[in-house]
Nanobody
């Protein structure tokens, strides 16, 4: 599977961005991020059907993951952005209908997209 994340950029605190991940095939998709000088961390995930989602506590209520399988695209809508959301964001695919929350549960990774939130 080929994955391509896009939609990153520079935004002021309180602003919004929508990331997209082009992903074909029957995969659960997860979004992860890697802040500067820190380890990669889980952000959100969605099952292939789109009926089940899961969020890290740090983004719950601010971020929304969704997907349009007709367009082979998964979205991460990020609202009320904070400087601590600054990171390279990655989408990853898991060869299962169900999502995981650990990076090692995902076998396919796309290139990241930089999100920078200024204070």
């Amino acid at each position: 599977v080929q994955l391509q994340a896009s939609g990153g950029g520079l935004v002021q605190a309180g602003g919004s961005l929508r990331l997209s991940c082009a992903a074909s095939g029957r995969y659960a998709i997860g979004w992860f991020r890697q802040p500067p000088e820190r380890e990669r961390e889980f952000v959100a995930a969605i099952t292939y059907s789109g009926r089940n989602t899961y969020y890290a506590d740090s983004v719950k209520g601010r971020f929304t993951i969704s997907r349009d399988n007709a367009k082979n695209t998964v979205y991460l809508q990020m609202n009320s952005l904070k400087p601590e959301d600054t990171a390279v964001y990655y989408c990853a695919a898991r060869g299962s209908n169900w999502y995981g929350v650990r990076a090692d549960e995902y076998g396919h990774w796309g290139q990241g997209t930089q999100v920078t939130v200024s204070s």
